[in-house]
């Protein structure tokens, strides 16, 4: 089926030289970050914050409140939730990693602390190590092959949750983290069967369970079309039932509540919301706006309905999957199965004869630019980071190039011309060469480092 909308307004892209994009790239050190989005043509770099308003949603911003208390549309914010997710208590927040910080970083984590989740977010760890815990990855093994076709990648091994509490000791465990369609691992789901025994684990050792559910309608949807008995459930009767199993969340509104900006932190629990909403006091603004204006909580609450249509899902999910297969047919190395809101290329295999310590995924991503103007984003060693206590490198098991669509910004033939430029690239791999760095920051360094070509 087409897309479930037609187009009211746009905006002019427009394609440089392949000159001025060689040009540009050399003044950005190679990091697709550091580019001007004016000199992108197609970017795909994330589909975070990035994704189109509706008539409806510009319409509910002409009607926020902006009054510094009690305003309406925290309240019309916070009945969105309720209703979508089945969560009681809402913190506001800027977006998701001010709800990270607050929940995780200051709430939960304390130093010596083990925190399971299914793979890491590079925000996500962040706030759990700055408070002195550590990330310990409990995704199944199947999520760290690119080509295992695992209907749900996403899933918690439940033996390496016993084996951690064996090893670390119950008390050490201040939560369960589950994100929900795993971006790192490609946007991969997370099963309803088990996120039903990650309740149960949890139950039986006195857990909570926080989810991040910034692509849970993703997941939901998922969940529909390939596990037994939701076939004639809608999503939005999905996503409620997926959060039941759960204390908490933190959610950046900038994925699948289709925004531009927000976030926040759902709870069940009064006396863990009342931290949470001091907090957020003391961080991010007052309670009744945390770090959005009235516009923008209007701007959630109506996405956050249209985030979990079923028609709206199949069609965004549907053209992810539109680009990926146009790839595969191709023979190009991707992530398999084609997740939810981006395509993983998958560098290694890509660029094979570039050694990771090259960075095989950022040289795809600038060579990418280069080639077509398509901007993507790098996910592997450059991401991962360095080792705290020893320096080195961290060598993940996957080093990808994420192509990230925006929802309902780009049309079917935007992506015919993604996957030829791709195609083309394939054929004279052999060309691209790596890359060394010249610059990085102590921490989240993919942001801003620069590089250079090794030689
Ligand atoms: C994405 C982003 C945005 C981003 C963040 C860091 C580096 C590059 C790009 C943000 C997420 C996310 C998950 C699973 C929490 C956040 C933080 N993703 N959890 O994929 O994917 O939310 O950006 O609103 O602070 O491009 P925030």
Partial sequence: MPEPYRIKVVEPIQLLTRKGRENKIREAGYNTFN??????????????GTGAMSTLQWAAMMLADEAYSGRESCLRF????QEVMGYNYVVLTNQGRAAEHILYGKTLVRPGDYVPRNMYFTT?????????????DVIIDEAHDPQNNHPFKGNVDLKKLHDLVDRAGVDKIPFINVE????????????????????????????????????AMEN????????LGYSEKSCAQILLEMCSYSDGCIMSAKKDAIVNMGGFIGLNDPALFEKCENLGIEYVGSKDYGGMSGRDMEAVAAGLREGIDDKYLASRIGQVRYLGESLSKAGVPIVKPIGGHAVYLDAKKFLSHIPQSQFPAE????????????????RGAVSAGRNKQTGENIYPKLELVRLTIPRRV???????????????LYKHRDDVKGLKIIYEPKDLRFFKARFEPAE
């Fill in 78 to 81: 916070k009945k969105a939730v």
């Fill in 410 to 424: 780009y049309t079917n033939s935007h992506m015919d011309y993604v996957a030829e430029s791709i195609i083309s």
């Fill in 35 to 48: 580019l001007k989005s004016a000199d992108v043509y197609i970017d795909l770099l994330t589909d975070s």
């Fill in 124 to 136: 996500s760890k962040f706030h759990i190590e700055a408070a002195g815990g550590t990330l310990v």
């Fill in 363 to 378: 040289a795809l991503a600038a060579t990418l630019y280069v080639d077509s103007g398509v901007r993507s984003m790098e």
């Fill in 220 to 227: 939901a949807f998922f969940i529909k079309e390939r596990e």
């Fill in 180 to 215: 929900m369609n795993v971006n790192m691992a490609g946007g991969q789901p997370v099963s309803m069967e088990n996120l039903r025994r990650i309740r149960e684990f949890a139950d039986k050792n006195g857990k909570i369970v926080i989810f991040d559910v910034c692509r």
